[in-house]
């Protein structure tokens, strides 16, 4: 999995083979079918994998009863903690979108683990409103994606322009903005 990773991180979905991937591996292609069916099938199997370790680790990480601004904390350190000490990561989480948008399979696969991750957000989310720690006139829905969308744009510009916008200087700021607009009035 590691040499797939490295080589669709490197190549893109589209240009990487599954001759590069079987060569930086040190397997046979016909070891490479045993698993699978295709690259596509490897880079679903992929997704699969890199995404809900991450998302088990970030539900496991969360305390309950630690202020909502602890658990938002905690997870903008683990995203991009993530982010920061594995150079492929950014890379190969754009081109899962970029896929995703050219193949129905890959597409539904990914809605699929956003929802899982909307779900951590909004059980979060729920019981820090039950605890009277946020805002009750928002809606949870909208700010799980408001959330996940601020860490991927942050993310994503990282990538970019790695010396303008470095995640490691981003996680207090956006930790105190949503507290700000989160906390009850």
């Known amino acids: 999995m590691e040499a797939a990773i490295r080589v669709f991180a490197g190549a893109g979905f589209e240009r990487a083979t599954v001759d590069e991937i079987v060569r930086q591996a040190g397997f046979s292609k016909g070891a490479f079918y045993v698993h699978f069916e295709s690259k596509d099938d490897l880079f679903r199997a992929m997704l699969e994998e890199r995404i809900s370790h991450q998302l088990e680790a970030f539900r496991q990480g969360v305390d309950q009863t630690l202020p909502l601004t602890d658990n938002v904390r905690t997870i903008l350190s683990g995203v991009f903690g993530l982010v920061r000490n594995d150079p492929q990561w950014a890379p190969l989480f754009l081109e899962f979108g970029a896929h995703a948008?050219?193949?129905?399979?890959?597409?539904?696969?990914?809605?699929?683990?956003?929802?899982?991750?909307?779900?951590?957000?909004?059980?979060?989310?729920?019981?820090?409103?039950?605890?009277?720690?946020?805002?009750?006139?928002?809606?949870?829905?909208?700010?799980?994606?408001?959330?996940?969308?601020?860490?991927?744009?942050?993310?994503?510009?990282?990538?970019?322009?790695?010396?303008?916008?470095?995640?490691?200087?981003m996680v207090e700021p956006l930790t105190l903005t949503l507290a700000e607009w989160l906390a009850p009035e």
Not at 147 to 159: D, K, N, P
């Open 101 to 169: 948008a050219r193949n129905d399979g890959v597409r539904q696969q990914l809605a699929t683990m956003y929802e899982r991750w909307r779900e951590i957000l909004t059980d979060i989310l729920i019981r820090s409103r039950e605890a009277g720690r946020m805002r009750k006139d928002l809606d949870i829905t909208f700010i799980t994606m408001v959330l996940i969308a601020a860490v991927e744009g942050c993310i994503l510009q990282s990538h970019v322009a790695p010396e303008t916008v470095r995640l490691d200087k």
